[in-house]
């Protein structure tokens, strides 16, 4: 879905509604915020091991932002033959649908895993989410939806008042995606640190 919706854009010609513009990159933007949680819960799912299970989110995470640095790059000069080929960036989508395609096996139910792991504890299995957990996905929802624009159009912004091109405007992004993964690693050194020391 987000490789077919990221992509679709591509083919609107010049003349193409904005609406329906707008309605792909809505559509492309769902599905974005839909694979973000699914990609960490299948982490969860498949991976028992606390120790495996978070160097594999970091994995994840470093590769996730090694390709938002490419895409925001790439996405810049594309923009310079046109608005529409800054789009083939998502042509990069081809590899980790193809690796999940031959890869991933379905994963236990929910309520299957929870009761096999009730049952291995000796415990009564438990399937309900605790409310804590709606509001932190009410208080995360609101805080991308107030940050995002502010990334998002820090780029545009700065083209705008300095006259920079399509390509500048994908380095601006890249260099603020890095700035955040340096600030994120900065971030979790001390809190690495208190957990080794107990």
Request: glycine share 8%; proline share 3%; charged share 10%.
């Amino acid at each position: 879905m987000l490789f077919n919706f990221g992509l679709l854009s591509f083919f609107l010609s010049e003349g193409s509604s904005f609406t329906v513009l707008l309605v792909s990159r809505f559509i492309f933007g769902v599905a974005v915020g839909w694979s973000y949680p699914l990609a960490n819960a299948l982490t969860f799912k498949l991976i028992e091991n606390a120790e495996q299970r978070a160097t594999w989110l970091g994995v994840g995470f470093a590769f996730f932002n090694i390709g938002t640095i490419f895409m925001e790059f790439a996405g810049g000069y594309l923009a310079l033959i046109s608005w529409q080929a800054c789009f083939l960036v998502y042509l990069i989508g081809i590899i980790p649908l193809a690796l999940v395609v031959v890869m991933l096996k379905a994963p236990e139910s929910d309520v299957e895993q929870e009761e096999k792991l009730a049952a291995e504890a000796g415990v009564e299995a438990d399937t309900k989410v605790p409310v804590v957990v709606y509001l932190y996905c009410i208080l995360l929802t609101l805080g991308v939806t107030f940050a995002m624009p502010t990334i998002l159009y820090a780029s545009m912004i700065a083209s705008i008042s300095f006259g920079l091109d399509a390509a500048a405007a994908g380095l601006i992004l890249s260099i603020m995606t890095i700035v955040g993964m340096l600030c994120g690693f900065l971030r979790w050194v001390p809190c690495l640190k208190l957990l080794e020391n107990g």
